[in-house]
């Protein structure tokens, strides 16, 4: 069967060369709409920030890497390999040589501001695996888990899958693993999209029920939990139905000539701060600049406050 394609050409990402826009035939199922949870959360958090991490082409220059980001990748590969190693050699004794062989160095201001953030996440990943258990095997550690909705081709890693006992058998729960912000509590794992995602996603995969969420908070050593039902994990699946309706609605607008300014608006506020694209978008450009290494500042030295 030959395609049908449109008479106009659209433009890709608003570069490059035109090319034709291919047409569904009457009765064909719409296009499930594929993302991850960041793809996702991207447009939540700002309509323009989506537009210029996944529609225009080339992408938008960003700013200079964050030393925060670069401090969380660096712990989670660590425990990641924490779990790779076999039951017996997973003792504490193990992790100054992981942690140094998944440091990241960008974004910190200094030698000695990277050398203090790397005891500290070692103190961090020192005080969490005694909690753990060498001997029990997660069911995932940074497992992709997908799953297909009428709406969504979803997928995402999450940072690890437990295999826990429950009242019916066994029991899946999400482990989400958080370095950043303090003060995470119930509500905000109730809160989490990606979390609920995850859990709406294991269930199907591993076909067992998966309803508990939690946020490990490293710093702290906290764990903020919440127990969905399945009415809470299909609420957060039509929000992300949602969500990816509006995407799709914003990227017809541009493709059959709207303003993308308009289709993909900005959502000033205080993530301005941190977004990869302030110096590109008009919005952004007037929210405060912070240092790469700011964040990891804070974290060093909390009692300095957020400037």
């Not at 570069?15 to 569904?24: D, N, T």
């Not at 995470?184 to 998966?210: M, T």
Request: with cysteine; hydrophobic share 35%; aromatic share 8%.
């Amino acid at each position: 069967m030959r395609r049908a394609y449109s008479a106009t050409p659209r433009p890709r990402g608003g570069a490059g060369r035109p090319e034709p826009e291919q047409l569904g035939f009457e009765g064909m199922p719409e296009r499930l709409f594929v993302c991850t949870p960041s793809k996702l959360g991207s447009y939540e958090d700002c309509p323009r920030r989506y537009r210029y991490s996944y529609v225009d082409r080339p992408t938008p220059p960003k700013g200079p890497p964050w030393a925060h980001n670069s401090l969380g990748a660096s712990v989670h590969t660590a425990l990641r390999n924490w779990f790779a190693l076999p039951a017996e050699r997973r003792l504490p004794e193990a992790l100054p040589t992981l942690l140094k062989g998944t440091w990241v160095r960008e974004g910190y201001r200094d030698e000695a501001q990277e050398r203090a953030a790397y005891r500290r996440a070692l103190e961090w990943l020192e005080s969490y695996v005694e909690t753990l258990d060498p001997a029990v095997e997660p069911l995932g550690v940074e497992r992709v888990v997908a799953v297909k909705t009428s709406v969504l081709a979803f997928n995402g890693r999450a940072d690890r899958i437990d295999s826990r006992s429950g009242p019916d058998g066994p029991e899946l729960a999400i482990v989400d693993y958080k370095t950043g912000r303090t003060g995470l509590d119930s509500d905000d794992a109730r809160g989490s999209q990606a979390l609920a995602l995850y859990a709406f996603a294991a269930e199907r995969v591993f076909r067992r029920p998966c309803r508990r969420v939690e946020l490990h908070h490293l710093p702290s050593g906290t764990v903020a939990a919440h127990e969905h039902t399945p009415e809470s994990l299909a609420r957060q699946v039509s929000r992300a139905e949602d969500t990816a309706r509006d995407i799709v609605a914003a990227e017809r607008a541009v493709a059959e000539g709207g303003d993308p300014d308009e289709a993909f608006p900005t959502t000033p506020g205080p993530i301005c701060t941190w977004c990869d694209f302030r110096r590109s978008c008009p919005a952004g450009a007037e929210a405060p600049t912070k240092d790469p290494w700011a964040a990891v500042d804070r974290v060093l030295t909390p009692a300095a406050g957020d400037a």
